[in-house]
């Protein structure tokens, strides 16, 4: 997980460590989504991993 906020309700921000992609998650309550970070063009966004 790269960011989070709240308790109840939270959006974090996680990313693949096998392939760097960015993903969404937000849950509230008894429900929650997960979706990929997108660019302008549609496109994942990916960080680079490094090997430890």
């Known amino acids: 997980m790269v960011y989070s906020n709240g308790i109840f309700c939270s959006t974090e921000i ?3 460590t096998e392939t760097g992609v960015n ?3 937000h849950y509230g309550g008894d429900a929650g ?3 990929p970070l997108l660019d302008r063009e549609g496109k994942p966004i990916i960080t ?3 090997d430890e």
Do not use: N, R
Request: charged content about 10%; hydrophobic content about 50%; glycine content about 8%.
């Open 33 to 35: 989504g997960l979706t």
């Open 23 to 25: 993903y969404m998650f």
């Open 48 to 50: 680079t991993v490094y």
């Open 14 to 16: 996680w990313v693949d």
